[in-house]
């Protein structure tokens, strides 16, 4: 199972940006997935994520109504839309996964995943 994430960079406050998780190893639809994100000297906190066989997607409460979260089936891949960003928004962002279902309420607990992509980092100017 490999989980690649890209679409980071450089953008200042009010920008956007676009994450993408593209997934090999996990067949479509069949898996949990979600974004987290760590700060420097933070903790890692859970972003969003989409759960298989569909449901609510939860959101930390930092980015409601910023960030949309979504997948592609029949490209196996997962996206974080990232509106009006802010300086605090900065960190590296991960994509996880795991191969069954997960409830809503463990859907941003980071030990609910198994695998894990490399992260790209994300930064907000001010």
């Known amino acids: 199972v490999q989980l690649q994430a890209s679409g980071g960079g450089l953008v200042q406050a009010g920008g956007s940006l676009r994450l993408s998780c593209a997934a090999s190893?996990?067949?479509?639809?069949?898996?949990?997935v979600a974004w987290f994100r760590q700060a420097p000297g933070k903790e890692r906190e859970g972003v969003s994520c989409v759960r298989s066989g569909g449901g609510g997607s939860p959101y930390a409460d930092s980015v409601k109504g910023r960030f949309t979260i979504s997948r592609d089936s029949a490209k196996n891949t997962m996206y974080l839309q990232m509106n009006s960003l802010k300086p605090e928004d900065t960190a590296v962002y991960y994509c996880a996964g795991r191969r069954s279902r997960i409830i809503y309420s463990m859907c941003l607990d980071p030990s609910s995943y198994d695998y894990w992509g490399q992260g790209t980092l994300v930064t907000v100017s001010s």
């Open positions: 190893g996990l067949a479509s639809n069949s898996y949990s």
